[in-house]
């Protein structure tokens, strides 16, 4: 079993940062680990993904250039740091975990990932 512990939530104003933290824990191995955001009624989207050795990172294409995902394998922690931020980026923010893959097109599917956080609320306001 892995835990994923998510932090760093909250409300911000347009065009503000914030920082997403993502804390691991329990039998973890090599893995990627990624961000996904949801908001009720649409589907889950991908946000960002990285390698086990935190030299390979991926974005979803709503990024551009406005986030940074970082990991510090050796604490097993994962960050996800927020610029520019838009009311359109208000979701839910969960990171995972996966052991499955390492490539692009494998990592933006959420079905790739074998653990999931509880999740961390971002609200942007206008």
């Known amino acids: 079993q892995v835990q994923l512990v998510e932090s760093g939530g909250g409300l911000v104003q347009a065009g503000g940062s914030l920082r997403l933290s993502c804390a691991a824990s329990?039998?973890?191995?090599?893995?990627?680990m990624g961000w996904f955001r949801h908001v009720p009624g649409k589907e889950r989207e991908f946000v960002a993904a990285?390698?086990?050795?935190?030299?390979?990172?991926f974005y979803g294409d709503f990024v551009k250039g406005r986030f940074t995902i970082t990991r510090d394998s050796a604490k097993n922690t994962m960050d996800l740091y927020m610029s520019s931020l838009r009311p359109e980026d208000t979701a839910v923010y969960y990171c995972?975990?996966?052991?499955?893959?390492?490539?692009?097109?494998?990592?933006?599917?959420?079905?790739?990932?074998?653990?999931w956080g509880q999740g961390t609320q971002v609200t942007v306001s206008s």
């Open positions: 995972a975990h996966t052991r499955f893959c390492a490539e692009y097109g494998c990592l933006r599917a959420g079905s790739s990932y074998d653990y």
């Open positions: 990285i390698s086990w050795s935190g030299t390979t990172t």
């Open positions: 329990g039998r973890t191995t090599t893995y990627a």
